[in-house]
């Protein structure tokens, strides 16, 4: 008798037990969920963000509530899913994982958009950029974070040596003695932010951040910024897609 009474406390035992770790797992999930912003504000939850923030130290991957991309931003969306993941993920990974997810996008090469916004993330300081792929600065030490992606020394003393060197025109050579004339500068319409303007007044279409770079031989990292420059100061569109058009253009 006393033996199947214990035999009928260690399956009690054992089923609590799994409903125990299936909650927790719940639990972390839905705390990551509110900490990333996936239901609102959060009001009305009784959840400890400081309790989610904590499992950020936990790299073990949990599963999103269906719907947590529902009406975010794609930057949003990407947080929120490399929070999940707890891990580096590609470009390729993360739009795969978006686009499973219920993220929809006009564009025809969502990797582009996704690129587009994970430079974005990069810039505030949100993500960092990794060979094998990129992750939540949140993870690393704050010396890393500054570390990451940071120009080298070398790169620091060509831009200081660009800066000091400047054009100067045979006429105005000087002779000894003679004050020095005032050395070129570049022209206005030679900076990216004018260029990108005028691209965008002759193509009225929603245009990928890659496109511009390609098509007026700038980098990714210098059109990305110019580009929120302009949204910002309402020169241009930005899109719900990562895309930009300019103001007035109906949508495509």
Partial sequence: MATENQDVVSTFAAVVEGKIK???ALLDSLKSAVAMGAFGSGEGLDLAVSGASSNALDMTPIDLPEGA???????????????????KKTIKEIAAALREGGVESTSDNFENV??????????????????DGWGLSEWYPANMRGSVGAPTKNSKAKKKGK????????AMKTTKGEPQNVTEIA?????????ILGFFKTNQREIPAREVATALGLKIQTVNLVL?????????????????????????
């Fill in 228 to 252: 929120s420059k302009l949204a910002h100061q309402n020169k241009i569109q930005r899109l719900q897609s990562g895309n930009f058009r300019a103001l007035g253009t109906a949508a495509s």
């Fill in 69 to 87: 991309f529902n009406g975010k931003s794609l930057p949003a969306c990407v947080k929120l899913y490399l929070s999940a993941a707890k891990r």
């Fill in 163 to 170: 800066k000091a060197r400047t054009k100067t025109s045979p």
């Fill in 187 to 195: 022209k206005p319409e030679d900076k990216p932010e004018p260029r």
């Fill in 22 to 24: 299936a909650l927790q």
């Fill in 114 to 131: 996704v690129t587009g916004a994970l430079f974005r993330l990069k810039t505030n300081g949100d993500v960092l950029r990794f060979k």
